[in-house]
C-alpha cells in the first residue's frame, strides 16, 4: 500500500478514536458527520459537535483532496501545471468552561506530480498547541511534557525546534507578537527523500496524531468544572477574537482551503461561536486576566 493511502487509512481512524474520546468526556452531545465531496477531486467527512457540556463548539475534519493544483497554489509553490494529493485531519474545540483551553491540531501528507503523475515532492505538516483563557502552569507543563515524550525517541532536539516553531508561526504579528495562546509543537514541509525517510516521518506523524488526547483531555477533565461567571466569559470572549485574527489573516491551512475550492463550512468550522472585539481593550491592572497576558509569548514549560 502507498504512503498516501496509508495515511488516509490512519486520519479516518484517528478521527473515530478522537470523537469517540470527546463524546465521552462531553457526556451529552454527540458529533454530526457531514460528507462532502469535492467537484476537482477527492472530499471529506467533517464531524461536529456543539452545546454540549463541555465543549460549546468543536470540530474534527478529515480530508482527502487531489486534481490540478491552482493557480494560486502553484505561484505559492513556484512550479507551473502541476497535480496535487493533499490529505489531512485538522481539529479545533472551543470549550464552554472559560478555565478549560481551546486547542488545535492539524496532521497532514501533501504530494505533488508533474503532468505525467510523476511524484515531484512530498511533504508532512502539522502539529497542535493549546490557548487557555486562564493558565494553570501545571497544565502547561502536563502539554508540553506530553508532546515532548512523545517525539523525543525522534531526536532529542527535535521538541526544541518544533516547540519554537510553533511559538513563532501561532503568533499575531499585527498585535505585537503576541502569542494566540500557549504553543505546543508544529512543524512544516518535513520532506521524505528515501524509503526509510518516508517510513520515519510516517512513524513521527502517528506519534503526533496518536498522543493528542493524552495531552489535552486530563486538562479538560480536571477544569471542566470549574466555576465561573459573567467576567470569565466576557474575558473568554475577547481572547477568542484574538483567535479569529489569526485564523482569518495568517492561518496557511486555512488560505490554502479556499485557495483549493476547498470546503467553506468545514475551514470555518475553527471559529468560535461567539467572540468580542473592544476598542483597545485593556485588562484591569492586578486582575487575572492582566496576570495572564504575560503567558501570551514564548515561555519554557519542559
Aim: glycine share 10%.
Amino acid at each position: 500500500m502507498s504512503i498516501k493511502n496509508e495515511f488516509a487509512d490512519y486520519i479516518h481512524g484517528l478521527q473515530d478514536t478522537i470523537c469517540a474520546a470527546l463524546e465521552r468526556v462531553d457526556g451529552k452531545s454527540k458529533f454530526i458527520e457531514d460528507k462532502w465531496e469535492r467537484a476537482e477531486g477527492g472530499g471529506g467527512k467533517t464531524r461536529v459537535i456543539a452545546d454540549g457540556n463541555v465543549f460549546e463548539k468543536g470540530g474534527v475534519n478529515t480530508s482527502i483532496v487531489h486534481g490540478q493544483l491552482p493557480k494560486a497554489m502553484q505561484m505559492a509553490f513556484g512550479v507551473t501545471e502541476a497535480d496535487f494529493f493533499a490529505a489531512g485531519l485538522s481539529l479545533v474545540l472551543h470549550p464552554l468552561n472559560p478555565y478549560v483551553p481551546t486547542v488545535h491540531a492539524n496532521w497532514r501528507y501533501f504530494e505533488l506530480y508533474d503532468k505525467e503523475g510523476t511524484r515531484l515532492d512530498a511533504w508532512y505538516g502539522g502539529g497542535t498547541d493549546l490557548t487557555p483563557y486562564y493558565l494553570f502552569e501545571e497544565d502547561a507543563r502536563h502539554f508540553h511534557s506530553t508532546l515532548k515524550n512523545a517525539i523525543e525517541p525522534f531526536g532529542s532536539e527535535v521538541y526544541a525546534s518544533c516547540k519554537k516553531h510553533c511559538d513563532e508561526y501561532f503568533n499575531n504579528r499585527h498585535r505585537g507578537d503576541e502569542m494566540r495562546g500557549i504553543g505546543g509543537v508544529f512543524y512544516d514541509y518535513l520532506r521524505t527523500e528515501a524509503n526509510a525517510d518516508e517510513n520515519r516521518l510516517f512513524e513521527f506523524q502517528q506519534a503526533n496524531g496518536n498522543t493528542f488526547l493524552d495531552a489535552y483531555l486530563p486538562i479538560v477533565e480536571k477544569r471542566m468544572n470549574t466555576a465561573y461567571g459573567e467576567r470569565e466569559i466576557e474575558w473568554q470572549e475577547i481572547r477568542r477574537g484574538r483567535y479569529v485574527e489569526f485564523n482569518l489573516i495568517h492561518d496557511r491551512g486555512t488560505l490554502f482551503g479556499l485557495k483549493t475550492n476547498g470546503r467553506t463550512e468545514s475551514i470555518l468550522m475553527s471559529l468560535p461561536p461567539r467572540a468580542r472585539w473592544y476598542y483597545n481593550h485593556q485588562p484591569a491592572p492586578g486582575s487575572p486576566e492582566a496576570e495572564m497576558m504575560k503567558y501570551y509569548k514564548p515561555m519554557d514549560w519542559v
